[in-house]
């Protein structure tokens, strides 16, 4: 069985301030995937990054990075310079095959201005 | 490019009424997922179709079935309804062209269902 946990239910910080999400996950596949999904109140799913499990270089992408560490298990995310625009809630998601993901429970983002 | 279509984007029934969702998926995907969400349960698979055939589904009671058109369109209909279906019902459609686990979802904006 394959498990996502984001320990983290809810974080607050003030405009400006770097926010860090946390996902763990679990799997006995070799082979998987790792995705980051943001959903705004809009509620759709934003797609933000998927990582394979081969790959464990770390990715910068504007004000995100990601950081993979197969040795722990984790698939951290950094906000930096937080914007009011950045609040939603995030969620971290597992799959080794073609047709399920397995996500975490996610996290609230709220930045304040 | 057009992304997801849900209809309806909120709707309210009674218990044991039935209620059906659909879906639309961008231009060119084959597969449409679903996924309930909900407070307390999170996230979690439905089902999965390809080419009008169900090929995955999860753990959930017969009351939830779905179906898919020839031009990918689909469907879920909830039967009997409960009050713990109220939730946000969401679509997600991709390419099928990459390696098995690798296709990215791209998620509807989702069909709220209140169940009184």
């Known amino acids: 069985a394959q498990k996502v946990t984001q320990a983290q239910t809810e974080i607050s910080v003030v405009e400006k301030e770097d926010v860090t999400l946390d996902c763990v996950y679990e799997?006995?596949?070799?082979?998987?995937?790792l995705f980051w999904y943001k959903q705004p109140p809009s509620g759709e799913l934003v797609f933000l990054i998927r990582?394979?499990?081969?790959?464990?270089q770390n990715e910068i992408s504007g004000r995100y990075s990601w950081n993979f560490q197969k040795s722990t298990s984790s698939f951290n995310f950094t906000i930096t310079a937080s914007q009011v625009v950045d609040s939603a809630v995030y969620f971290c998601?597992?799959?080794?095959?073609?047709?399920?993901?397995?996500f975490g429970a996610g996290t609230t983002v709220t930045v304040r201005a | 490019k057009a992304g997801v279509t849900q209809t309806p984007r909120y709707l309210i029934k009674t218990r044991g009424q039935q209620v059906t969702l659909s879906c639309s998926p961008i231009?060119?995907?084959?597969?449409v997922s679903w996924y309930q969400q909900t407070p307390g349960q999170g996230l979690q698979f439905l089902f999965e179709?390809?080419?009008?055939?169900?090929?995955n589904k999860g753990n959930f009671p017969g009351r939830f079935s779905g179906r898919q058109f020839s031009n990918s369109r689909s469907e879920m209909n909830v039967s009997t309804l409960e009050l713990g279906d109220s939730a946000l019902y969401l679509c997600?459609?991709?390419?099928?062209?990459?390696?098995?686990?690798?296709?990215?979802?791209?998620f509807g904006a989702g069909s709220r269902l209140t169940v009184l």
């Open positions: 997600a459609s991709k390419l099928t062209l990459e390696v098995s686990g690798a296709n990215v979802l791209t």
């Open positions: 799997t006995r596949d070799t082979t998987y995937y």
């Open positions: 990582r394979n499990s081969f790959d464990e």
């Open positions: 998601a597992l799959t080794s095959n073609d047709y399920k993901l397995s």
């Open positions: 231009s060119g995907h084959r597969s």
């Open positions: 179709y390809f080419s009008e055939t169900q090929r």
